[in-house]
């Protein structure tokens, strides 16, 4: 039985990785990238310390039939994972993409291949997806926007690993 049957999430071919569904078997490396202090403060979401079991959680929520949130990891094949990249539902065909890429490869284009792949492949038939970085990464700024973001604004989030509330962008991709 194909992955994409069994999560009903399609699996994504790059030029480079497969973009596919999260499974339990990636819960170590995603335990060891996500536990980075590095890639934690570029989230909104992951904190840091990294607490037992938030891992897991992550898994099993975007496994769920009744999820809001579908996850893919940057598979490279065999036992490599170099990312995870998510698109949240919102109400209205709209969507909010997220995304993070191990710091061993950072600057590689992995994030801008993940990104358009996932933009072209429009696995929830968005009609509008945003997107929200922190203004101290102007890496994933660069992301979106070569990827056709539009920038709408400054804004703030409130960073877990960070504990504070951080200074974002927040941009706009609409599907004609």
Known sequence: MRLETITGQQVIETERFTLRPVQKSDAGQLRMYAGDKRVAEQTSSIPHPLPRGVIQAFIERVQQPDRDEDAWVMDRGGDEI???????????????IGYWVAPAFWGTGLASEAVNALLEANPQNCKTIFAVVFQDNPASARVL??????????????????????????????YD
């Open 145 to 174: 926007t070569n990827a056709g973001f539009t920038y709408l604004g400054d804004a703030e989030h409130f960073s877990v690993a960070r504990d504070a509330n951080v200074a974002t962008w927040t941009y706009l991709r609409k």
């Open 82 to 96: 170099l990312g995870v990249i998510s698109l949240k539902r919102m109400d209205r065909s709209q969507s909010e």
